[in-house]
């Protein structure tokens, strides 16, 4: 997040290159939901959906990864700024506030959801479980509203929050690390993460990854075969990873973009 070029540059490059690697594989992925799909109905083999049930569920977990990985591109220094993509200051102001609403009250949230559904689903009986045709139409409505509040709220956060900033004095200084998606700084604009969606979507990661730990938790116990438990130890230590995330983007408060930079100017005027 800090204007540090070549940092930024590095970063920017990895972050691209993650996501476009990430992107191939839900592409594999997606290709062979829907093969598998098409081939069980085709030849009537209706028991194999035992295995494939949450076919429609795994298709929206790449969609919304597609969407999240969109985003994560978008919001970069990288990609915006004088000589790059664009260098429209609205437009670059735009795509972060649109980050946050879209990919912290959205596409992050409702990834990991649909994760936890996932694993959830194993421990449910059969007629309650993917095997229900239902089941799949009922786990991505639930996704969708328990993403509605958090995507009200980054809306509110980006919108009214500035408003509420704006009176001026010492609550217009606090306002850009509370509200604020975005500052500039020799001409371009660098998203940030305001610190109210921080602390929402530490909030919200907290009690998920603890619903994770107590399903992962039942499956480890039911689980006999070794390949399965570490799939399962995967699972729940990506969960466990959202913790740190959203501490370290409360953080990112501390040193404000271009901070640094400005410091070091006035060190060597010094």
């Known amino acids: 997040m800090h204007l540090i070029t070549l940092f930024t540059k590095i970063i920017g490059v990895v972050t691209i290159a993650l996501v476009s690697i990430v992107s191939i594989l839900g592409l ?13 109905n085709r030849r009537g083999y209706q028991r194999l959906n035992y295995f494939n049930g949450p076919w429609l569920t795994r298709i929206t977990l790449v969609l919304v990864a597609f969407w ?14 004088e000589g790059r993509f664009t260098s429209d200051q609205m ?9 946050i609403i879209s990919n912290l009250g959205f ?16 421990l449910q009986k059969q007629e309650l479980g993917t095997l229900n045709r239902k089941w799949n139409q009922k786990t991505i409505r639930a996704m969708f509203i328990i993403c509605l509040p958090s995507f009200v709220w980054e809306a509110c956060v980006v919108f009214i929050g500035p408003r509420v900033a704006s009176d001026g004095g010492q609550a217009s200084n606090l306002g850009k690390f509370w509200y604020s998606a975005s500052t500039f700084h020799n001409g371009n604009v660098t998203c940030t993460y305001p610190l109210l969606s921080s602390i929402f979507l ?5 009690i998920l990854a603890i619903y994770v730990m107590f399903v992962g938790g039942q499956m480890l116990s039911l ?7 570490r799939r399962i130890y995967m699972l729940i230590f990506a969960t466990m990873i959202l913790l740190p995330r959203a501490t370290l983007l409360g953080l990112s408060i501390v040193v404000w973009p271009g901070n640094i930079e400005m410091q070091a100017d006035q060190e060597t005027i010094l």
């Open 28 to 40: 594999i992925c997606l290709s062979r939901a829907v093969y598998f799909q098409l081939w069980i």
């Open 223 to 229: 689980v006999i075969n070794k390949g399965l438990r």
């Open 68 to 81: 999240w990985g969109i985003g994560e591109v978008l919001r970069l220094t990288f990609v915006n700024g």
């Open 202 to 206: 530490g909030a919200f990661y907290i």
């Open 107 to 122: 596409a992050e949230p409702g990834l990991f959801l649909l994760l936890a559904f996932l694993l959830s689903a194993a």
């Open 91 to 99: 437009w670059q102001a735009n795509v972060c506030k649109f980050y």
